[in-house]
């Protein structure tokens, strides 16, 4: 358990996903500005390098966030997969060696390799039933998660509040987070519940809709809006300003319509194992 | 039309950096001064003096990946740059008191910076955030490093081959693409609210 997570996390920092490099390809037919195709052109030069030398493809390590799904008869408890999630982020940042990003938040002092109190992050869900487990490394890089926008809107401001409030932020965001990214939101619940639903919609493999019809549309229209900014490649202007918008909702209080935007950059990186009852890891089982 | 221009840092001829337009491609030789939030920190809010020479420098917004090889010598692992605009507010004083003639970073400055920029000769260089293998590639050693004691946001020397390609966001006559972007993106905003 401790290896598979120190190897999800060097595996993210190492090779992007398919489905993350299909896009970025993609993103390169599709884009016609001059500064754009540089960008573009640069960047699938860097993700080459990065196979070839088994470098890294960015610098910033991120900080680690684990998205763990427990089936209720796994053998091992939740808190044992947290003690394991957290020194094996320890070892590989160690081991690699990785740059170590986590300082206590009021001195600004580093507090180890990569982990800290409360650090990794680890979300979980529970599977009843189920004896297996599905991990999900996702190495969140800063650039982008000071890209984070929240706005309490009113029942009032409707559903184009909610497109008004993502354009805007994407505006403001502008080259900041190294676009172009996903763009994650959460709607609904409450302000805590929005962010964490953000998050989780920027670690879904891109360009998977939301199962909810109504949410899915609203994912499409938002991509196409957003590509109509003009923000660009590293916000030097151009076509391609995301690669994907995805939505995870909740329902919320009738008084309520929060909104929550988190941007992923486009070096998206995302691992994912299975972890059967008998210790038995399977890598790249993307969920 | 796209210019691309050759340049080596330190450099301390005006009309060199005067020859550059927002847009225009660079790529770089020579030496690049690794520099970020806490360096800067130190620099001008501690009143600390820098002891590597910025005059005519090329700076780098990072925060490498290292190995430790002996005292002072480090081995770099993987190097990348980092989000600019949280360190706006040296820009002025960087070119005044220390001579610094161009900033490379990733996402841009915002506005404040040009003025400075245009009064004291200085240009703003994009690199691609997060293409930290292919940059690492480009910087073929570390030779310099001070103050570790902020490891890795170190006052850092790096000497350079081929580095980039890097876009002008910000030119020393007033331009900026940031600024030109995010004013087309502000109206267009207006007219995609206009039909939701």
């Known amino acids: 358990m401790l290896g598979a997570a120190a190897s999800l996390y060097v595996w993210a920092l190492r090779d992007l996903p398919r489905d993350l490099r299909e896009a970025l390809a993609g993103a390169l037919e599709r884009e016609t500005s001059v500064t754009g195709i540089r960008v573009l052109e640069t960047i699938h030069r860097n993700v080459e390098v990065a196979d070839t030398e088994r470098n890294l493809v960015c610098q910033d390590t991120g900080i680690a966030v684990y998205y763990c799904r427990v089936g209720e008869r796994f053998p091992l408890h939740p808190a044992g997969i947290e003690r394991a999630l957290k020194a094996g982020t320890e070892r590989a940042t160690v081991e690699h060696p990785l740059r170590s990003n986590t300082v206590h938040t009021l001195t600004r002092e580093s507090t180890g390799a990569n982990v800290g109190y409360r650090v990794p992050i680890v979300h979980w869900e529970f599977v009843p039933g189920w004896d297996g487990l599905d991990v999900k490394c996702v190495p969140k890089g800063s650039g982008s998660e000071n890209m984070s926008f929240l706005k309490m809107l009113v029942p009032a401001d409707g559903v184009n509040g909610i497109k008004r409030f993502v354009l805007e932020s994407i505006v403001e965001a502008g080259g900041k987070p190294c676009p172009p990214g996903i763009v994650g939101i959460g709607i609904g619940g409450s302000a805590d519940y929005a962010l964490h639903l953000a998050k989780e919609a920027i670690a879904r493999p891109i360009g998977t809709r939301n199962p909810d019809p109504l949410v899915a549309q609203l994912e499409d229209e938002l991509y196409g809006l957003l590509n109509e900014t003009g923000i660009g490649p590293m916000g030097l202007g151009g076509d391609v300003t995301v690669l994907q918008c995805h939505i995870e909702h909740a329902d919320t209080h009738m008084t309520l319509n929060p909104v929550a935007v988190n941007y992923q950059c486009w070096a998206a990186r995302r691992t994912s194992a299975h972890i059967g009852a008998d210790g038995a890891v399977d890598y790249d089982r993307d969920f | 039309m796209t210019v691309t221009h050759k340049l080596t840092f330190p450099l301390n001829d005006p009309a060199a950096i005067l020859a550059l337009r ?92 040009i003025e400075p920029m245009q009064r004291l000769g200085m240009v703003y260089l994009a690199i691609v955030g997060g293409a930290a293998a292919l940059e690492t590639t480009q910087i073929e050693e570390i030779e310099d490093v001070a103050w570790e004691d902020l ?46």
């Open chain 2, 22 to 113: 927002a847009g225009d491609e660079v790529v770089v030789q020579g030496h690049v001064i690794g520099i970020r939030d806490r360096t800067q920190i130190r620099i001008f809010d501690q009143g600390i003096e820098p002891p590597i020479d910025l005059t005519g420098a090329l700076l780098l917004h990072t925060a490498p990946n290292v190995r430790k090889l002996g005292p002072g010598r480090y081995e770099k692992l993987c190097i990348g740059t980092t989000t600019s605009a949280r360190m706006v507010r040296f820009t002025e004083g960087l070119g005044e008191r220390y001579g610094v003639r161009a900033i490379c970073g990733k996402g841009g400055f915002p506005d404040q910076a």
């Open chain 2, 151 to 196: 490891m890795p946001e170190c006052l850092w020397k790096f000497r350079v081959k081929d580095f980039g390609p890097l876009t002008v966001g910000i030119d020393a006559h007033g331009n900026s693409l940031y600024h030109d972007v995010q004013n087309r993106a502000r109206q267009r905003l207006e007219q995609l609210s206009a039909r939701l």
